[in-house]
């Protein structure tokens, strides 16, 4: 993949997560947040979405693996970002991975994520990509998704996701990462109008929420 155009996609996903992190917490970077625990955690949710018990049938929800991936590179950026590591530096390692052809099982290369994250508490790049090649997911595809999923988490903050205000399941039963992947769907991805399309369609959704809803 052209490292130019992975370094253009990186400066805008930087720019989203911090900014997300600053909505958090504006000194975010002086936190000392775990983010290597958030990654292995996250590494067993998205290995429940794509099945792993032998003993009950199981079905690999793939949208929802892909959005747990998306959500692992959040962290993983959030890490890059206060470690000073990105730089064009990053994008050639990036493009480097996803040019290997040595892809594993889909399932070992999780674990291989989460083993390498609880070893060295840091983000392993190159796990994570080799995650990426296994399911297989394109870096565009992860970029397309993590500014769809960063519009989401914002939605959240501002609907009061840190006071425990905010409804993840909405008025139909179903979480907001389901309805973020139907909007998702029938947007243009690529459309200069979509941070703005797809936060009016997850406020007009969120807005059909009834007291009775639930949490």
């Not at 996903?13 to 917490?25: G, K, S, Y």
């Not at 070893?119 to 399911?135: C, I, N, Q, S």
């Not at 870096?139 to 939605?155: C, M, S």
């Not at 139909?172 to 936060?199: K, P, T, W």
Request: hydrophobic fraction near 45%.
């Amino acid at each position: 993949m052209d490292v130019a155009r992975i370094w253009r996609q990186l400066a805008v996903m930087a720019e989203m997560q911090d900014d997300h992190n600053r909505l958090v917490h504006p000194l975010w970077r002086q936190q000392g947040h775990d983010y290597y625990r958030a990654v292995w955690v996250e590494c067993a949710e998205l290995l429940d979405h794509y099945g792993w018990k032998w003993w009950k049938q199981q079905r690999a929800d793939l949208e929802q693996v892909r959005l747990e991936i998306i959500d692992i590179w959040h962290f993983g950026l959030s890490e890059l970002l206060r470690a000073n590591q990105f730089d064009e530096e990053l994008a050639e390692r990036l493009a480097k991975a996803l040019a290997r052809d040595d892809t594993v099982g889909f399932r070992a290369g999780v674990e291989n994520l989460a083993l390498k994250s609880l070893a060295t508490r840091r983000f392993d790049l190159e796990a994570f990509v080799a995650v990426m090649r296994a399911l297989p997911m394109t870096f565009d595809e992860l970029y397309r998704g993590y500014v769809a999923k960063n519009i989401l988490n914002a939605f959240r903050q501002e609907h009061g996701y840190q006071d425990g205000s905010y409804r993840k399941r909405w008025h139909d039963g179903r979480e907001d990462n389901e309805h973020l992947v139907e909007i998702v769907a029938y947007l243009d991805a690529d459309a200069d109008s979509f941070i703005a399309d797809l936060g009016a369609a997850l406020a007009a959704r969120y807005a059909l929420m009834t007291p009775a809803a639930g949490v």
